[in-house]
T-cell receptor, first 116, second 115 residues
Framework: AQSVTQPDIHITVSEGASLELRCNYSYGATPYLFWYVQSPGQGLQLLLKYFSGDTLVQGIKGFEAEFKRSQSSFNLRKPSVHWSDAAEYFCAVGAGYGGATNKLIFGTGTLLAVQP | NAGVTQTPKFQVLKTGQSMTLQCAQDMNHNSMYWYRQDPGMGLRLIYYSASEGTTDKGEVPNGYNVSRLNKREFSLRLESAAPSQTSVYFC??????????????FGEGSRLTVL
């Protein structure tokens, strides 16, 4: 069965420091992978997605992620974190098949805190 | 530019009461979804509708029913609410291209408390 693991529940970084959020997935075929961000009291906003092609994907707000098939990973990175990046981050894998739709399986999320 | 709109945003129910969460999207998307979000568990799919006139169960469908009223609207009904259904509910929609993939657009959520 498809699954997504985000091993870090909470991460705290200093403003201006680099960030890497980990995501590992389990999927039988080439996955469609996503990172979403959720600010407090808000819905989820797409940061970036990987369907095929270049394994380094650029997203909004200066985020990027790298798909590594050999490690079943899709880690999210940002070179320099801003205080406004404090939020919860969710990794997701596309679990639809055949004529079905774009059901996503989500990880449990990583809560990012940013210290001044 | 409304996107995905959910109502109500907050609701408190007593055990055994019923209620319906409403969701509407104005992006002409084919597919719609209901997720619930609980602390430490991420988002779990309750039901989805690949296209108008079809609905299917997700991971956690027990205790819920859905109706795809038309292409724009997808409602979630709790017939007899239980404390275990206290959660934040998110509606989402997507273009629903055949096969996998495609971005989901989310509403702002509906916070439900069952006493």
């Amino acid at each position: 069965a498809q699954s997504v693991t985000q091993p870090d529940i909470h991460i705290t970084v200093s403003e201006g420091a680099s960030l890497e959020l980990r995501c590992n997935y389990s999927y039988g075929a080439t996955p469609y992978l996503f990172w979403y961000v959720q600010s407090p009291g808000q819905g989820l906003q797409l940061l970036l997605k990987y369907f095929s092609g270049d394994t380094l994907v650029q997203g909004i707000k200066g985020f990027e992620a790298e798909f590594k098939r050999s490690q079943s990973s899709f880690n999210l990175r940002k070179p320099s974190v801003h205080w406004s990046d404090a939020a919860e981050y969710f990794c997701a894998v596309g679990a639809g098949y055949g004529g079905a739709t774009n059901k996503l399986i989500f990880g449990t999320g990583t809560l990012l805190a940013v210290q001044p | 530019n409304a996107g995905v709109t959910q109502t109500p945003k907050f609701q408190v129910l007593k055990t055994g009461q019923s209620m319906t969460l409403q969701c509407a999207q104005d992006m002409n998307h084919n597919s719609m979804y209901w997720y619930r979000q609980d602390p430490g568990m991420g988002l779990r799919l309750i039901y989805y509708s690949a296209s108008e006139g079809t609905t299917d169960k997700g991971e956690v469908p027990n205790g819920y029913n859905v109706s795809r009223l038309n292409k724009r609207e997808f409602s979630l009904r709790l017939e007899s609410a239980a404390p275990s259904q206290t959660s934040v509910y998110f509606c989402a929609s997507s273009q629903g291209r055949r096969g996998r993939g495609g971005e989901l657009f989310f509403g702002e959520g509906s916070r439900l408390t069952v006493l």
